[in-house]
C-alpha cells in the first residue's frame, strides 16, 4: 500500500452567504446587519460597519472594508482614508452629504501589531459572504451611479478582474441600472511617500471623482 492511499482530499467549504431581509427600508437590513455572522470576521470586529447616506442618495461609494476608527465608532469612512475622501470630494466639487458610502465587507480585519490592529486585506470568500448586503443597499437605494474605491470594491460590484491601472476614470454599465466608476481608495494616497509621486496620485485621484459632476 503507497502513501497515498488513504489520503483523502477534504472538500472545500460551501461559502456561506449573508442573508438579509426582505425590507423596503435600509434601517431594517442595518439591523439585520448587525447580527450576521456569515463569516468568521464577525468574531474579531467590534461591530457592524454597514452603509450610511441619505435613502435617496444619487451616488454610493463602496470601499473595501472598514478601518480601525471605522470598526471604533460603527461608521464607514470617518477615520484617515475618510478624511482623504472628503478632502477630494471637495476639490471635486462633490458634496459627500448628499452620497450614500458604505464597503464591500461590513466588518474589520485586522493582524495585531503590539498595541495596534493593522488593516489585513478580506479573502475572496469573505467578501462574497458579505456581498448580499451590498446588493440590498443598491436594489433599495437605485443610484444613479456606484463609485468602486480599490480593487475589492471594484470585483465585488462588477463579479470579475480588474485592474485599477486600466479602468479607473472610465464609466461602466452595470446590471442594477447604475453606472458605475472605477477608481482607487484614498488609502492607498496615504501609502505613498514620494512627495511628486502623492501630489501626482492626489490630482489623479480627484480627476476621476470629477466625473461623477
Not at 470568500?125 to 480593487?151: D, K, N, Y
Not at 479607473?168 to 453606472?179: I, T
Amino acid at each position: 500500500m503507497t502513501e497515498a492511499v488513504g489520503r483523502v482530499r477534504q472538500p472545500r467549504a460551501t461559502i456561506q452567504l449573508a442573508k438579509p431581509p426582505q425590507a423596503r427600508d435600509l434601517q431594517d437590513v442595518r439591523a439585520a446587519a448587525k447580527k450576521c455572522k456569515a463569516c468568521p470576521l464577525w468574531k474579531s470586529g467590534t461591530q457592524t460597519v454597514f452603509g450610511e447616506g441619505p435613502k435617496h442618495a444619487r451616488i454610493i461609494f463602496v470601499g473595501e472594508q472598514p478601518g480601525d476608527k471605522e470598526d471604533l465608532e460603527g461608521k464607514p469612512f470617518v477615520g484617515p482614508a475618510g478624511r482623504m475622501l472628503d478632502k477630494a470630494l471637495e476639490e471635486a466639487g462633490v458634496d459627500r452629504t448628499e452620497a450614500y458610502v458604505t464597503n464591500a465587507v461590513k466588518h474589520f480585519k485586522w493582524e495585531p501589531a503590539g498595541k495596534r490592529r493593522l488593516h489585513k486585506k478580506p479573502n475572496s470568500r469573505e467578501i462574497a459572504a458579505c456581498r448580499p448586503w451590498l446588493l440590498s443597499e443598491i436594489e433599495l437605494l437605485q443610484p444613479e451611479l456606484i463609485v468602486c474605491l480599490g480593487v475589492t470594491a471594484a470585483q465585488s460590484v462588477l463579479q470579475r478582474t480588474v485592474k485599477i491601472s486600466e479602468e479607473r476614470g472610465k464609466l461602466f454599465d452595470s446590471p442594477f441600472g447604475a453606472k458605475v466608476l472605477v477608481t482607487v481608495h484614498p488609502s492607498s494616497l496615504l501609502r505613498i511617500q514620494d512627495r511628486p509621486d502623492k501630489e501626482e496620485a492626489w490630482k489623479g485621484f480627484v480627476r476621476d471623482l470629477k466625473l461623477l459632476k
